[in-house]
């Protein structure tokens, strides 16, 4: 595609209900990243998947968290047991190689009521 | 402390100024990126940068590694430019896509 598409754009879930967001990167880039940046806070780092490699899951903040990266083209981030601490709006972003920038998503802002 | 800080953290500017953002970091890196957030929240990467300096039209990066110091500028300003700007950090020994990101500068240029 053209750029990198995230749905849904807009999610509101109930404290306790599982979501699912998902990322279609630019076609062809192997690397693939997200984020996530909630109210007054910066932007911090979720999980990183490059082609075929382990990701780097290092920034998931609790096992409630999960991603997966299928085909090594479209990734769904899940997350389990919403908390209210989970509302953020959640970014995804590809890049061909390690040396070129990131193309990001427009996001999927969450919202746990 | 933070491990990027940015200054100044609001800039308000007249169209045509000359406006530099700067970034100052704590650990020993291998990449910068500036990113560019605008009102409506979508991103863009405007530079990754590992030395010396970068131009894309009226914006400038520049980074002193010894100094852990990197600066954006941009020249004449123009109020389409006004938004959030990001500094982010890819610690040294990290995996690629594990950055560190400063709280941002939020820049206003007026007509």
């Known amino acids: 595609g053209a750029g990198v598409s995230q749905s849904p754009s807009n999610k509101v879930t109930e404290k306790g209900k599982d979501v699912e967001l998902r990322c279609d990167p630019i076609?062809?880039?192997?690397?693939l990243y997200w984020y996530r940046q909630s109210l007054g806070q910066g932007l911090e780092f979720l999980i990183y998947f490059q082609g075929n490699s382990a990701p780097d899951k290092s920034g998931l903040p609790s096992d409630r968290f999960s991603a997966e990266r299928t085909g090594g083209s479209v990734s769904t981030l899940t997350i389990q047991r919403t908390q209210q601490e989970d509302s953020a709006v959640y970014l995804c972003a590809s890049s061909s190689h390690w040396t070129e920038g990131y193309t990001f998503g427009s996001g999927t802002r969450l919202t746990v009521v | 402390k933070n491990e990027v800080e940015q200054s100044p953290q609001n800039l308000t500017a007249q169209e045509g100024e000359f406006i530099t953002i700067n970034c100052s970091y704590s650990v020993g890196i291998s990449a910068l990126h500036w990113l560019q957030q605008h009102p409506g929240g979508g991103i863009v990467s405007l530079f990754m940068l590992s030395s010396g300096k970068k131009k894309h039209g009226r914006l400038i990066a520049t980074i002193n590694i010894q100094e852990k110091h990197s600066s954006l500028h941009i020249t004449a300003s123009h109020p389409r430019d006004s938004a959030v700007y990001i500094c982010?950090?890819?610690?040294?020994?990290?995996?690629?896509?594990?950055?560190?990101f400063g709280k941002g500068t939020k820049l206003s240029v007026k007509p």
């Open positions: 076609s062809g880039h192997t690397a």
């Open positions: 982010a950090v890819r610690e040294r020994g990290g995996s690629q896509g594990n950055l560190i």
